[in-house]
Nanobody
Framework: QVQLEEAGGGLVQAGGSLRLSCATSGRTLNTYSMGWFRRAPGKEREFVAG????????YLADSVKGRFTISRDYGANAVHLQMNSLKPADTADYLC????????????WGRGTRVTVSS
């Protein structure tokens, strides 16, 4: 089992910045990738950013390119999301995701941290 715990959400004015962190614990030896998704009120969950654990390749949704950066702390098995130039449209619950590969593929999710951007 793998546990994910997010931190860093909050209320910020448009144009401001926040940094989200996701700490992992448990059986994380075979982490394949980690990332962030978000779910805005009344909308479906959507991909925000991802990072491959071994190579460090990063992937960003078009809506956040140029504003958000995803990074990993390999030693601490943690992932961070630096969010700059925040917009009201970024308001959502942000969920950390980890994909673990062994003899099968398992996806794990955190409970989420709320980000509210005021105009």
């Amino acid at each position: 089992q793998v546990q994910l715990e997010e931190a860093g959400g909050g209320l910020v004015q448009a144009g401001g910045s926040l940094r989200l962190s996701c700490a992992t614990s448990g059986r994380t030896l075979n982490t394949y990738s980690m990332g962030w998704f978000r779910r805005a009120p009344g909308k479906e969950r959507e991909f925000v950013a991802g990072i491959s654990w071994s190579g460090g390749s990063t992937y960003l949704a078009d809506s956040v390119k140029g504003r958000f950066t995803i990074s990993r702390d390999y030693g601490a098995n943690a992932v961070h999301l630096q969010m700059n130039s925040l917009k009201p449209a970024d308001t959502a619950d942000y969920l950390c995701h980890a994909r673990i590969l062994t003899t099968r593929t398992d996806d794990y999710w955190g409970r989420g941290t709320r980000v509210t951007v005021s105009s």
